[in-house]
């Protein structure tokens, strides 16, 4: 079973940026996509940011295209966001998800089965 960290969350003003980070262990790392969810208070967590098992390739939700960028480092288990142009409505408790062995970066996006690991979450909180 993998084990999830997530650090890197805190208070911003709008159009500042953030950079979360998600250590990995207890399963090979390069073995698996990385993703990135988020949730706000009274709503249901939503999809953010995946990406495939070689970095190679990402997937992104409509709402952060262009502001966030999700990468991986495979040598040091690690898998980040970085956060740009954040706005209010960014405003939640971002969770760092590994998907099955089978999964695809697209498949986490779109798949309610293709998460099988989650961290404990980071809050991030953006000011007008």
């Known amino acids: 079973q993998v084990q999830l960290v997530e650090s890197g969350g805190g208070l911003v003003q709008a159009g500042g940026s953030l950079r979360l980070s998600c250590a990995a262990s207890?399963?090979?790392?390069?073995?698996?996509?990385m993703g990135w969810f988020r949730q706000a208070p009274g709503q249901e967590r939503e999809f953010v940011a995946a990406?495939?098992?070689?970095?190679?390739?990402?997937d992104l939700a409509d709402s952060v295209k262009g502001r966030f960028t999700i990468s991986r480092d495979n040598a040091k288990n690690t898998v980040y966001l970085q956060m740009n142009s954040l706005k209010p409505e960014d405003t939640a408790v971002y969770y760092c998800?590994?998907?099955?062995?089978?999964?695809?970066?697209?498949?986490?996006?779109?798949?309610?089965?293709?998460?099988?690991?989650w961290g404990q979450g980071t809050l991030v909180t953006v000011s007008s």
């Open positions: 990406i495939s098992r070689s970095g190679r390739s990402t």
């Open positions: 998800a590994a998907g099955p062995p089978w999964a695809t970066a697209q498949a986490m996006g779109t798949q309610r089965n293709a998460v099988d690991a």
């Open positions: 207890g399963r090979t790392f390069s073995s698996y996509a």
